[in-house]
């Protein structure tokens, strides 16, 4: 709390506290792997508090959780009103009584879709292996890929065999899913987009916090012919119409794929404006497991006329805005993925 309140008096926005905690967090999203949990990614709506997607073999689905269930209760304790203000408290409280030692039981009270009565699932806590990344094909034609997080390294090279092999399936557009994705490492994000846009297509500048310019990154950065041999994928990716789907906790390296894909006219993005946080932070460790993260520099991306567009503290406007309620996930309807879809529909019905 010393050390917090110490960071706090320097009144930097650029410096931020970590706690053990949140410390703890990225460990296990950079490993892929988190003890003592159920697989839930858990999701604010309109006072509510939804599973937005259970992991894949997770103790949640096995356990029966399924995606747009409202959780009401976790092991009978329910919470008061939820507000914007209050959310990352509630949502930090939650997520500390749904997680426990392995081999324990929680029991979570949910309000499902089409049934009128809650339901209560018990869950054994145990490992879950976090996926680098979730793929499917909708409707027979569109591919559909999730990003939960760039933290992970092999984040990039999971995207590019995803891609593969949904374009050896002959899909007619792509969907990119980064909601809730925080952000994490850049080579990742830049591997994506160069399976995506041509190569030395000029993506952003970086520059340092006194202003001066520190570099410049194209689509050709970061070993692309690797990501490219990895997708193994003899068709012309460039050809086909691609979607990012974004909410307002896509973030940094989301926000710099959103942005690319959109201001070069390669796709479109769909969802809700996103963060603003575009800046390159370096972590440095302190006494009791906590972290200080602090900015060292920033970046702005180049739109395809060569102008800079800033996205710290502005984000990235979606070419079509459609938000996502509570009301819709009652109903067991994600909008925002309709609309993708009903986008992409156009190019192939």
């Known amino acids: 709390?010393?050390?917090?309140?110490?960071?706090?008096?320097?009144?930097?926005?650029?410096?931020?506290?970590?706690?053990?905690?949140?410390?703890?967090?990225?460990?296990?999203?950079?490993?892929?792997?988190?003890?003592?949990?159920?697989?839930?990614?858990?999701?604010?709506?309109?006072?509510?508090?939804?599973?937005?997607?259970?992991?894949?073999?997770?103790?949640?689905?096995?356990?029966?959780?399924?995606?747009?269930?409202?959780?009401?209760?976790?092991?009978?304790?329910?919470?008061?009103e939820i507000s914007l203000k209050n959310t990352p408290k509630i949502?930090?409280?939650?997520?500390?009584?749904?997680?426990?030692?392995?081999?324990?039981?929680?029991?979570?009270?949910?309000k499902r879709p089409k049934i009128l009565k809650p339901i209560n699932i018990t869950i054994t806590r145990g490992q879950v292996d976090l996926p680098l990344?979730?793929?499917?094909?909708?409707?027979?034609?569109?591919?559909?890929?999730?990003?939960?997080?760039?933290?992970?390294?092999?984040?990039?090279?999971?995207?590019?065999?995803?891609?593969?092999?949904?374009?050896?399936?002959?899909?007619?557009?792509?969907?990119?899913?980064?909601?809730?994705?925080?952000?994490?490492?850049?080579?990742?994000?830049?591997?994506i987009i160069g399976l995506l846009l041509p190569p030395n297509t000029e993506l952003l500048t970086e520059t340092s916090r006194?202003?001066?310019?520190?570099?410049?990154?194209?689509?050709?950065?970061?070993?692309?012919?690797?990501?490219?041999?990895?997708?193994?994928?003899?068709?012309?990716?460039?050809?086909?119409?691609v979607v990012i789907l974004t909410d307002e906790m896509s973030a940094s390296a989301s926000e710099i794929l959103s942005s690319a894909i959109k201001e070069h006219k390669r796709g479109i993005t769909i969802g809700e404006k996103t963060a603003g946080a575009l800046e390159i932070a370096r972590k440095f460790p302190l006494p009791g497991g906590s972290e200080m993260s602090v900015t060292v520099d920033f970046l702005d991306m180049l739109m395809a006329n060569g102008q800079f567009k800033p996205i710290e503290k502005v984000g990235v406007t979606p070419t079509i805005s459609v938000k996502l309620s509570g009301s819709d996930f009652d109903r067991g309807i994600d909008s925002q993925l309709d609309a993708a879809i009903k986008y992409l529909e156009k190019f192939y019905k």
């Open 133 to 191: 990344v979730e793929s499917r094909i909708i409707d027979s034609s569109i591919g559909y890929i999730e990003i939960p997080t760039f933290l992970n390294l092999q984040t990039g090279i999971a995207f590019a065999m995803a891609f593969g092999n949904l374009m050896f399936h002959h899909i007619s557009g792509l969907i990119i899913d980064v909601r809730g994705n925080t952000g994490g490492y850049l080579a990742n994000v830049f591997g």
């Open 210 to 241: 006194q202003g001066s310019a520190v570099d410049k990154v194209d689509s050709s950065a970061n070993s692309m012919n690797f990501y490219k041999k990895e997708s193994s994928s003899k068709i012309n990716s460039f050809n086909i119409p």
């Open 91 to 110: 949502l930090n409280e939650i997520v500390g009584r749904i997680r426990g030692p392995d081999g324990t039981e929680v029991m979570l009270t949910v």
């Open 1 to 80: 709390a010393a050390t917090e309140a110490m960071l706090l008096s320097v009144h930097d926005s650029h410096v931020y506290f970590l706690s053990p905690a949140k410390v703890k967090m990225c460990q296990e999203e950079s490993s892929g792997k988190m003890n003592g949990g159920v697989g839930i990614s858990l999701r604010y709506l309109d006072g509510g508090i939804y599973a937005f997607g259970v992991m894949p073999n997770s103790p949640a689905e096995k356990a029966g959780i399924k995606r747009f269930d409202k959780i009401l209760a976790v092991d009978g304790y329910s919470w008061g």
